[in-house]
């Protein structure tokens, strides 16, 4: 797998959240110079003033050439180390760099605090450091991915170095990769990740556009891969499905180093998570979700499942998969509705933490659309952190669920001719003007909230025609209820949730406007 190649300026603190970004992704961390060091047994002042620049520039090359060869990392390099064209094709074809950027002003009081760390810097640091930046200026520019470090801690600039990337480790549950990358990856992650024995679950729908990619990326390294093909649609996802699948593994002679890969939206990876979950009890799986819904929320957490009649996901495993990898590329394909539908769940990450996030919802379909990877990996991690703080479902990560205690029900209500995410979007609009009647949230917040769902195309509204007495009916079979009362996520600001049990679920809905 690439290395990840942190870079930029002196004082932009690469080492500092390279440390913390390696720990995130479990992957080992090594600093350039360090390194130069140790292999010198001199410093890199000793070694600018015994040898020269020139010496150390070759010997930096040799260093990190040598890198190349290591198990994947997280590099952090010297300010000037890919000044070189030869060390910047090194890493570029090695990795993904990522240029850290920060004020001057933040520069220079960095690094007046180690001066005798920076020879480059020695003297007069601020008058060198101008003149460092000024000459090097148009080559930190020309690097695509970049991140300004200024007043942010290091542990978030981090985090927002993984989003930049689209790369993430979860561990809570059980140890996996979450990637934003093209499909055609899949063959390269499946044998870094040792796993055996592919066998592909899609549906109608989305086999004809991207089986065929996966497929042959598997096959090209090597491997037989089985492909099943499920009707598509919500009203398929239910214990006569699943027993199709366990079949059709039998059928296929798969045995317990199978790995079931997931290819579609929220309703394959739910049922061919679980039927991986509970085949000759439990093989691997990956998921490769195909909709923005999926790839924001579905996929992720290893909650797998089917519904009854009664309600949605009432039937259910936890089972991790062993890596989601989640093209954008394939949301080309996805129908205006669905593409819609989707961002009732990005909306809703933004909701529960993400602020920056719902800023991003309320400039409409238009942006979203040319920003779809940004879109994406922003809402990933927000359900990322939620969930690896409570894998399973203890305390805060039913935050989560905000909009679906009522979203769930209006959708069966209507016999699932509402799509998920516009039952969401009705449902976080219900529950959120709930919140306010209770003095949970200010005045104003619900509706703030329905122009975003609106300038989406996404409803607002419990429809009119449909009868309150079967949508309460269908929230007291919810999933999430306890006892007498169900634990509902009412926001109160945007960027955060509470968590309250409600036993009178008719003021819920009394009305939503």
């Known amino acids: 797998m690439p290395h990840l190649f942190l870079y930029g300026p002196p004082g932009t603190g690469k080492s500092t959240v390279g440390k913390i970004l390696a720990a995130n992704l479990n992957l080992a961390f090594v600093d350039l110079d360090r390194l130069i060091e140790t292999k010198a047994g001199l410093s890199i002042p000793e070694i600018m003033d015994r040898k020269g620049e020139a010496a150390f520039r070759e010997l930096e090359a040799e260093t990190l050439s040598t890198l190349m060869g290591w198990s994947d990392a997280v590099i952090a390099l010297g300010g000037g180390a890919l000044l070189r064209e030869s060390n910047r094709r090194t ?287 922003r809402a990933m991690a927000v359900k990322i952190q939620v969930i690896e703080d409570d894998p399973y479902e203890r305390g805060f990560r039913a935050a989560l669920n905000a909009g679906h205690t009522v979203g769930h029900a209006v959708e069966l209500v209507s016999r699932f001719e509402l799509m998920h995410g516009e039952a969401i979007a009705i449902g976080l609009v219900a529950e959120t003007r709930y919140a306010e009647r209770i003095g949970l949230a200010s005045a104003g917040l619900a509706d703030q909230i329905a122009a975003t769902l609106s300038a989406l195309g996404l409803p607002t509204e419990i429809p009119p025609e449909f009868s309150r007495e079967d949508i309460l009916r269908a929230m007291r079979v919810d999933k999430k209820k306890s006892a007498q009362s169900i634990r509902f996520a009412l926001p109160t600001q945007i960027g955060h949730v509470e968590l309250e049990y409600v036993t009178e679920l008719e003021k819920v809905i009394i009305s939503t406007a």
């Open 91 to 377: 890493a570029e074809s090695n990795g993904s760099v990522v240029l850290l950027t920060a004020k001057f002003e933040t520069l220079l009081e960095r690094v007046k605090r180690a001066p005798e760390k920076r020879p480059l810097l020695a003297g007069d640091a601020e008058k060198k450091l101008s003149a460092l930046l000024a000459q090097r200026g148009a080559h930190y520019a020309s690097f695509p991915l970049q991140l300004c470090v200024d007043e942010k801690s290091a542990e978030q600039n981090a985090r927002d170095a993984q989003i930049l990337l689209g790369r993430f480790h979860l561990s809570a549950m059980s140890a996996y990769e979450v990637r934003v990358e093209t499909v055609e990856q899949i063959a390269n992650l499946f044998r870094a990740l040792d796993l055996q024995n592919p066998i592909i679950v899609t549906d109608e729908n989305v086999a004809p556009h991207h089986a065929g990619s996966v497929v042959n990326s598997l096959t090209q390294a090597g491997f037989n891969t089985p492909l099943v093909i499920l009707p598509a649609g919500e009203a398929h996802k239910n214990l006569e499905t699943v027993n199709q699948l366990w079949h059709r593994f039998l059928e296929a002679g798969l045995d317990r180093k199978t790995t079931v890969i997931a290819l579609g939206g929220g309703v394959v990876s739910d049922l061919a998570g679980f039927a991986a979950s509970t085949y000759m009890r439990g093989v691997n799986w990956i998921a490769l979700p195909t909709t923005l819904l999926a790839m924001a929320d579905a996929a992720l957490g290893g909650k797998t499942g089917f519904d009854l009649p009664e309600g949605k996901n009432l039937i259910g495993s936890f089972h991790a998969p062993r890596l989601v990898l989640a093209d954008p590329q394939t949301l080309a394909t996805l129908p205006e509705r669905e593409l819609r539908a989707g961002m009732a769940e990005v909306v809703k990450h933004g909701v529960i933490a993400d602020p920056n996030l719902f800023e991003m919802c309320k400039r409409g379909m238009d942006w979203v659309r040319q920003n779809l990877e940004v879109v994406v990996k």
